[in-house]
C-alpha cells in the first residue's frame, strides 16, 4: 500500500486487516485513492499511480445474485470466500460500468470416467437436450435452463462405470433395470417419452451420427446392453459449483471505462472484479 495519511499519520508498505470502504474521485473522472477503515479508525489513502481493484465477483452476495444472475441462485455450492461483490460496487460509485452481470459459471463435474459421456442426459420430460461430449461447464449451463431440477444420465451395462469421486459430486443411482421401460416407470417420466429418445438416439449412433446435437462419433455408442442405469444429476441435490463472471467494464489493460466507454484515470481493475470471459 503507498504511503498515506489519516488520523495515525504516514501508513507506509503494506496493511493488512484493512477494507477500503470508499474510493476517492473528482468530477474529471479521476480517482486520487481510498477511503481505508484499519483497527476500528478511517484513513485516506493517496494513491501515486492508482487504484487496483481485484476483489473477485459477487456470488457470496447472495442479493446481488438475485438482482442481476438469478439462475445461480439454483446453485448450492457457490465457489468463492469474500466474494461480496465490494470491488465492483466501489468501481460504480465513481461512474465505472458494470456488464455482462447477468453471467456466471456453473458445473457438476459428472466424468471421470470418461465411458460416461457415452451416455445421454435426459431432463424431466424424458427429451435429450445437450451433446455429452462436451466441457461439463457447459453441459451444467445448459442442465440450468432445463424447467425443473430433475436430470438423468441414462447408460447401459457397456458403457457405466461407477464415479472417482461420487461422494463429493452425490451423482448416485437414480434408476436400474432390465428394460428402458423400467427405467422410465421408476423416474416417473412422461409415459413413451424415454423410449423415443433412446429409439432416436440408438438409431443415428449405429450409424456414427448425432443430427440432433452434433456428438462427435468417437462418443456415439447405441445404448442397447441392459441392464440400464439412470444416475441422479439433480440440480437440487449435486454439487453443482458456481461462480459469477460479470464485472467492471476494462480496456485489456485493466482502465476501467464508464457507461460512454470513458476512461477513469487512475482507476484499474483484474481478476473477477473486472468482466473478462463473457466478453
Not at 495519511?5 to 474510493?23: P, Y
Not at 465477483?57 to 442479493?63: Q, S
Not at 442426459?121 to 431440477?149: K, L, M, P
Amino acid at each position: 500500500m503507498p504511503e498515506s495519511t489519516g488520523q495515525r499519520g504516514k501508513i507506509t508498505a503494506f496493511s493488512v486487516n484493512s477494507r477500503a470502504i470508499a474510493l476517492v474521485a473528482d468530477e474529471e473522472l479521476r480517482v486520487h485513492g481510498a477511503v481505508v477503515k484499519s483497527n476500528g479508525q478511517e484513513h485516506f489513502i493517496q494513491a501515486r499511480h492508482g487504484v487496483i481493484l481485484c476483489t473477485s465477483g459477487f456470488v457470496m452476495n447472495r442479493e446481488m445474485v438475485k438482482r442481476h444472475a438469478p439462475p445461480l441462485l439454483r446453485s448450492l455450492y457457490p465457489i468463492g470466500s469474500v466474494d461480496d461483490g465490494s470491488g465492483i460496487r466501489l468501481g460504480m460509485s465513481v461512474g465505472a460500468a458494470a456488464i455482462h452481470m447477468n453471467e456466471g459459471f456453473v458445473t457438476l463435474p459428472w466424468y471421470p470416467p470418461g465411458s460416461l459421456v457415452n451416455g445421454i442426459f435426459i431432463n424431466e420430460r424424458g427429451q435429450r437436450f445437450i451433446n455429452e461430449d462436451c466441457y461439463h461447464g457447459r453441459v451444467s449451463q445448459i442442465i440450468f435452463q432445463q424447467a425443473g431440477d430433475r436430470i438423468f444420465l441414462l447408460q447401459d451395462h457397456a458403457t457405466y462405470a461407477p464415479m472417482e469421486y461420487e461422494k463429493l459430486v452425490r451423482v448416485e443411482i437414480a434408476a436400474a433395470g432390465e428394460t428402458r421401460e423400467e427405467i422410465e416407470r421408476e423416474l416417473r417420466l412422461p409415459e413413451g417419452s424415454l423410449l423415443s429418445t433412446v429409439d432416436i438416439y440408438n438409431k443415428y449412433a449405429a450409424l456414427g451420427q448425432d443430427p440432433m446435437f452434433h456428438k462427435s462419433p468417437e462418443w456415439l455408442k447405441p445404448l442397447i446392453e441392459p441392464p440400464f442405469v439412470a444416475l441422479d444429476c439433480r440440480v437440487d441435490h449435486c454439487f453443482y459449483s458456481s461462480f459469477t463472471l460479470g464485472g467492471l467494464d476494462t480496456l485489456p489493460t485493466g482502465e476501467v471505462l464508464t457507461e460512454d466507454g470513458d476512461v477513469i484515470t487512475g482507476l484499474y481493475a483484474a481478476g473477477r472484479t473486472a468482466c473478462g470471459l463473457p466478453r
